[in-house]
């Protein structure tokens, strides 16, 4: 269906990567006064290796080192933030999987499920999080997403 396409190039203009909220970066010791000083490093990539480090005398240093998809290694004592949303279609295998064996309906444009109102893929199958951003829209991986998601889903059952 061309709405479900349309809905598709929708969310994916809307969805903001890299947001932070602006309760993070309030105030002298807000987020971008820390990067500002120094004293934070702000990388947005996805860790593609860590390693725990050792120190001179062999004992765990309590840093890691990290490589990062852009092609740089860090080497860190904290790791603050480290959270994101990837473009994929979430659940890998398994997923590919149920789809297959379930004969469950998805967007031909971008592998997305297809889910009614309710956000029921199949009988005793709802969706929520990325899964439901079709129906639900670019806020469905968030909290308010998960809100929504379990409003939808409930009205199924009491509605």
Known sequence: CGCRKERGRIIARERIPGTV???????????????????????????????????KDGEDSG???????CGDTLRVDQVLL?????????????????????NLQVSEFCGYPIVDEHLQWKKRIYVAG?????????????????RLAAERILQAFVG
């Not at 840093?63 to 998809?69: I, V």
């Not at 480290?82 to 379930?102: E, N, R």
Request: charged share 20%.
């Open 82 to 102: 480290a959270t994101g949303f990837g473009k994929k279609v979430p659940g890998g295998a398994m997923l590919q999987d149920l789809i297959q064996c379930g």
């Open 130 to 146: 990325s899964l439901a951003e079709l129906e639900v829209g670019p806020s469905a991986r968030n909290i308010a997403g998960a």
């Open 21 to 55: 909220t602006s309760a993070v970066n309030r105030g002298k010791d807000g987020l971008q006064y820390a990067i500002a000083r120094g004293a934070v490093q702000w990388h947005q990539a996805e860790i593609i290796k860590k390693a725990y480090t050792a120190g």
């Open 63 to 69: 840093q890691l080192e990290l490589t990062l998809s």
